[in-house]
């Protein structure tokens, strides 16, 4: 029997990126790292919203009901106005995992003194994870690869598809059974 196929999606939250008055920076950058470090087969779609809290819960609502294992939202995630992807999240979440966006800040600190302006986090709506990450790709780079480890036994655990990763490049933990 052949493998199932993880759904992933990639939702990007740019009001400028949703009105084609920039390009979606995040989107691709996000499905570049996943492509390189899941060796599963996995199908990736990519979405742009406007900011807002309504429009993003919608769509991360959507995404969710319609059967995607794994949501990675980028940008929306910072201290301005119209910055409100953690509100969206939790109007549609059944749980946190707080430890998610903990470790992304403690390793984008490293990089940048403004790591702590952003308010990434994670959570679980049915059998999909969602993780909210900052919009530019060298940051995504570096939430990604502080958190992704936790990620394939975390889907495991809510009923999600399963994925197996590179573990040269991101080496996933499971407990042994036994």
């Known amino acids: 029997m052949p493998p199932e196929v993880a759904r992933i999606a990639i939702l990007t939250v740019s009001d400028r990126a949703a009105r084609g008055e920039y390009a979606d920076l995040g989107g691709p950058a996000a499905e570049e790292w ?103 790709p060298a940051a995504i780079a570096t939430c990604l690869a502080a958190v992704f480890a936790a990620v394939p036994y975390c889907l495991d655990l809510i009923g999600a598809r399963r994925i197996e990763t590179d573990p040269a490049r991101c080496k996933a933990f499971r407990p042994k059974s036994g």
């Open 34 to 136: 996943l492509r390189a470090t899941i060796i599963s087969p996995l199908d990736v779609t990519r979405q742009i919203v406007a900011d807002g809290r309504e429009i993003v819960a919608k769509a991360m609502r959507a995404l969710a009901d319609g059967g995607a294992d794994l949501v990675l939202v980028t940008g929306g995630t910072g201290p301005a106005p119209r910055d409100r992807t953690p509100e969206a999240l939790a109007d549609i979440i059944e749980f946190d995992l707080p430890g998610f966006g903990e470790e992304m800040r403690r390793a984008s600190l490293l990089e940048v003194p403004t790591a702590i302006l952003s308010r990434q986090s994670a959570g679980v709506r049915g059998k999909t994870l969602f993780i909210t990450l900052p919009g530019k």
